[in-house]
């Protein structure tokens, strides 16, 4: 891959899945495609991505860094699965949302690829994470509700003149009362990168602080989420004959 990405993955809604995906990209970037990925945690005010892989209670956090406290080097922590992550810390925050664009260029050298988490909320927190992105992901679940706040969020990214890469729809059952792609598609004029099913491997997966594609690499759920990996960096992904076989 030629030059550093950075990627923005926001929702305007709660309790989609925003931060799993987040963890999940990282793993499946580091562990199948070799990339050197950061993590960022930028829901300032009620950051979680620590929790879903595991980093209780950090000592340095994205907060000082901020604030001009300490070098934003200094919040790196590396994880046993390959990728780094600079956490956030459960406070309230009031940061320029052109704060976080500056601190992490730098950081382009050493990157292929940096994921930001961002706030569900529009406020400061989410127009920094568009700021610092050179793409955003929108993650969606297929319900009226969730697609009105999507819209809302795309329409937000596209008057920013941030570039939307796609919709990654989140929880899918496959019912027929549920939004298909086609439809959010449609709605948003956005495409749909892929549909994620509702997968209780997830849940065990966060229950151990774990992204399910290291705690369960052979489920469909996990080859789908690096299939989306493969996609950001412009390669192509295959499961083996033996995963298909086994799922």
């Not at 810390?89 to 940096?114: G, N, T």
């Amino acid at each position: 891959m030629g030059s550093s990405k950075i990627f923005g993955v926001i929702s305007l809604k709660g309790g989609v899945g925003k931060t799993t995906v987040v963890a999940n990209l990282g793993a499946a970037l580091s562990q199948e495609f070799k990339k050197k990925v950061l993590l960022v945690d930028a829901n300032f005010s009620t950051p979680h991505l620590g929790l879903h892989v595991g980093l209780i209670s950090p000592e340095h956090n994205l907060h000082p860094v901020l604030n001009n406290e300490y070098p934003i080097y200094e919040a790196i922590y590396q994880h046993a699965l390959g990728f780094h992550i600079i956490p956030g810390k459960l406070a309230p925050s009031s940061v320029s949302p052109f704060v976080l664009k500056e601190k992490l260029e730098p950081l382009r050298e050493i990157y292929d690829i940096i994921l930001i988490d961002s706030s569900p909320s529009l406020n400061d927190e989410m127009l920094a994470t568009m700021n610092a992105s050179d793409e955003i992901l929108v993650v969606s679940s297929p319900d009226y509700p969730t697609l009105s706040s999507t819209l809302h969020a795309i329409n937000i990214a596209k008057k920013q003149g941030t570039q939307i890469r796609g919709i990654i729809i989140n929880k899918v059952h496959k019912k027929r009362f549920e939004l298909c792609a086609k439809d959010i598609a449609e709605a948003s004029e956005i495409k749909v990168i892929e549909n994620l099913p509702d997968n209780i491997k997830v849940l065990i997966a966060l229950s151990k602080m774990v992204p399910v594609v290291s705690y369960a690499p052979k489920q469909d759920i996990s080859h789908k989420y690096k299939a989306i990996a493969a996609s950001l960096i412009e390669e192509s992904y295959k499961p083996s004959i033996f995963s298909r076989r086994k799922r």
